[in-house]
């Protein structure tokens, strides 16, 4: 059963994490840097047409990674004197997208989806140079169109993927080289058979219901791949796949196939307490319900609160960007 479990981040791991990010961003703007790079990531993967279950695993990569180095800074011992190793360390904070492009580099190419290292150097070039035309609300006719968003010089694609390799190696070092994921998505579909929600006995409207709740159980498990609470380093496949059926089931805003909402009966659950069929406690599906619900509805309060800071349409996150949000902060908690 090992492959349909995941290494988890033990209370005393977590609790370093959140000492040693304090350090360096408040808490507010850690969790905004975190959704932001998952969500490029996410967009990454849309455009290299891979897989989403490959995007999903590089998704917990960062996740890992981000528990042993906080805001992707990489702690290195520094060579001694005499060739040895010494206590000092030395920071080195990876810029948030090259960190994003070797966790999608490195699942991608040791799976069944290779990318090539420029096409993934000219996506994070399209992404930047898309989220740079934004930002400096450029018109469709300026001069600089003939070019497009994508290119990249021959220099600058040796320095990005220098880069992305450097980052790559912290990130392998950070997990041990253990970069084995097992994602809860297909166990969602089997438990949702299991109860006969999905492909069981029934009429064409309850049939189409099932289908759709399949869709949202899917819905929640990848949009909590964005969560800042870092469910899947702290809860296994099981657990998220049970709480991703439990409330897709119990959604009442599920279209069913004809596009209607709630036009179909709610899908009927066991009475009784099933998920322990699946090895899951009510505790942790309590939680884990809360927690999957909680990600859309904190994104969008944040989205009101800080739009300029990591929700805007094609945010690509940057230290300059995060550094000048965190002044900002500081004068307003100063005159405030």
């Not at 190793?85 to 699942?107: F, I, M, P, Q």
């Not at 400096?136 to 880069?163: E, I, M, Q, V």
């Amino acid at each position: 059963m090992a492959h349909m479990t995941n290494p988890l981040a033990t209370a005393a791991q977590l609790t370093d994490c959140c000492a040693r990010g304090a350090r360096r961003l408040s808490p507010d703007l850690l969790d905004a840097v975190f959704f932001a790079t998952q969500r490029l990531t996410q967009a990454a993967g849309l455009l290299l047409e891979l897989p989403q279950s490959t995007t999903a695993q590089a998704n917990v990569l960062l996740a890992r990674y981000w528990v042993a180095a906080p805001d992707f800074v990489w702690e290195e011992r520094e060579e001694g004197e005499t060739g040895g190793v010494n206590n000092n360390k030395t920071e080195v904070a990876d810029e948030y997208c090259h960190v994003s492009a070797a966790a999608l580099y490195l699942v991608a190419k040791i799976g069944a989806h290779p990318r090539s290292a420029r096409d993934v150097a000219h996506v994070y070039a399209y992404l930047r140079n898309s989220d740079n035309d934004d930002d400096n609300d450029k018109n469709n006719d300026n001069d600089n169109d003939d070019k497009p968003a994508f290119y990249l010089t021959d220099a600058a694609y040796n320095a990005f993927h220098t880069r992305v390799l450097a980052a790559e190696a912290h990130l392998l070092c950070a997990l041990a080289f253990d970069t084995h994921v097992a994602l809860p998505h297909p166990l969602a579909v089997t438990y949702l058979q299991a109860l006969e929600v999905v492909g069981g006995a029934g009429n064409p409207a309850q049939r189409r219901r099932g289908t759709a709740v399949a869709r949202r159980a899917l819905a929640y498990l990848t949009t909590a791949l964005l969560s800042p609470q870092l469910l899947y380093v702290t809860h296994q496949p099981h657990e998220l796949a049970v709480a991703a059926a439990y409330l897709a089931a119990r959604d009442p805003d599920v279209e069913d196939g004809g596009g209607e909402e709630g036009g179909a009966e709610r899908v009927r659950l066991p009475d009784g307490p099933w998920w322990e069929v699946f090895d899951a406690d009510r505790e942790t599906l309590g939680f884990l319900a809360v927690a999957l619900r909680s990600v859309a509805a904190w994104a969008a309060v944040q989205c009101a609160q800080t739009p300029a800071l990591v929700f805007a349409r094609h945010f690509v996150p940057t230290r300059a960007r995060v550094a000048a949000a965190q002044a900002r902060q500081a004068v307003a908690e100063e005159s405030g």
